[in-house]
């Protein structure tokens, strides 16, 4: 077994702003911890170790209401804490929910002038990431939803959406910024509904944009268990039609509120097999933590709790490593119909007549497939057991 569980700039590990920055706040209680600007931040990334970069929303960064002296003396800082730290910004997106304007949505609000606002916004704040050498551009509509369908044409809201996408996409392209758009889906919280609530639906949406080939996702795993899914199916959709742009790394219990815990912390096992599908089918972009430590946690355990993200990371693609060269793995493996979990002699080629026609006659001896061994409880024990170290 691998020890070694410290990270590198190679891994791609990158936090928010928001997130190793988040104060403790939550709806029923204040602060537990002291707000840290964002230089003290990417500080406090520095001294976790390994990290890429960080990422921030507009606001994060600059104050909503900052003044130009302001916003040139923070930025000033920041970047001095981005050179003294190695780290980049790799992740740029807009805070469209914190302001009472966008109380009723940004893009798919009722009032046109939010709409535009919540463009023009987006616009700057996309200026803000590329200034610092954001590739990466998220859209996470927050406020973009409903409490009661009497507010909103559900189908008028799509639209709404899409040609505020289909303006955001023009605007990257004629300023050069390059970037790739990752829309991040969420089924509810902070509305009671959210518009576009799962991977699936998203995937259906871009297929809509007049040039989706800049727009993919960004699943996050506390978002897609609210939902009651499985995550690692919604990124596999993802990665098949090549739209994984970008990935939030968290955990959630099902059935609960949005809870953002640290990455593998809540289900290891599906953590695992989210790390062994990354891994296996190469995704090489860049792995967001977007979670934030216990409210009860100090500044020392919020470290802590960086590094844990990064190393669970680790020990799960270590994991995932030797499961794939585990010999009662391969020989369990080698039990299952057609020797394995991919391919298979036999079954229906690309349709034409004469294959159709050859299947049609071909006879099969139900009972003997129907008998054939699945040894699968053999295959998860000791998949537990390789979690576990044995
Ligand atoms: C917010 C949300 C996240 C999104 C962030 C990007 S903001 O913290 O809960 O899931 O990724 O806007
Ligand atoms: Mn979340
Ligand atoms: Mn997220």
């Known amino acids: 077994m691998t020890h ?52 921030f929303h507009d606001n994060d960064l600059i104050p909503i209401d900052a003044t130009e002296a302001e916003a040139a003396a923070i930025k000033k800082d920041f970047r001095a804490a981005l050179e003294r730290t190695g780290l980049r910004v790799c992740m740029a997106t807009t805070n469209l ?6 109380k009723d949505g940004a893009f798919t609000s009722n009032d046109a002038d939010v709409r535009a606002y919540a463009v023009h916004k987006t616009m700057r704040a996309m200026d803000l990431g590329a200034e610092f050498g954001a590739d990466v551009y998220v859209m996470w509509g927050g406020r973009e939803g409903c409490e009661t369908d009497a507010a909103k044409d559900p189908v008028e809201s799509l ?9 955001l996409v023009g605007y ?28 699936g639906h998203l995937l259906s949406f871009i297929q809509t944009l007049d040039d989706h080939s800049k727009v993919g996702v960004n699943p996050e795993v506390a978002h897609e268990h609210m939902a009651g899914l499985n995550f690692s199916h919604a990124v596999a959709m993802a990665l098949w039609q090549k ?12 059935g609960r509120y949005d809870q953002d815990f640290r990455f593998g ?11 062994k599908l990354l891994e296996d089918h190469g995704y ?3 792995k967001h933590f977007d979670s934030h430590a216990y409210r009860t946690s100090d500044r020392a355990d919020v470290v802590e709790f960086a590094r844990g993200s990064m190393r669970t990371y680790l020990a799960l693609k270590d994991a995932a490593k030797r499961w794939n060269s585990d010999e009662t793995v391969k020989k369990l493996l080698a039990e299952l119909p057609q020797g394995g979990l991919t391919g298979g002699e036999g079954a229906p080629a690309k ?16 009972e003997a497939m129907a008998a054939r061994r699945l040894p699968y409880e053999a295959l998860d024990q000791r998949t537990i057991e390789i979690l576990m170290g044995r």
């Open 4 to 55: 070694d569980l410290t990270p590198s700039k190679a891994d791609k590990f990158t936090f928010g702003l928001w997130t190793v920055g988040n104060p403790g706040r939550d709806p029923f209680g204040s602060e537990t911890r002291p707000t840290m600007t964002p230089a003290e931040i990417v500080d406090l990334l520095g001294e976790a170790g390994g990290v890429l970069g960080v990422n």
């Open 265 to 275: 912390s809540e289900s290891p096992k599906a953590a695992f097999f989210l790390v």
């Open 97 to 102: 929910f914190g302001d009472p304007v966008f």
């Open 159 to 167: 639209q709404r959406y899409r040609d505020a996408v289909n303006f």
């Open 284 to 286: 090489d972009g860049y």
């Open 243 to 254: 739209k994984l742009f970008h990935i939030d790394l968290n955990d959630q219990a099902y």
């Open 351 to 366: 349709y034409s007549l004469q294959t159709a026609q050859a299947l049609r006659k071909r006879s099969f001896d139900r």
């Open 172 to 199: 990257s392209a004629d300023k050069g910024y390059g970037y790739k758009f990752a829309l991040e889906p969420k089924p509810n919280e902070p509305r009671g509904h959210i518009f576009l609530p799962t991977v």
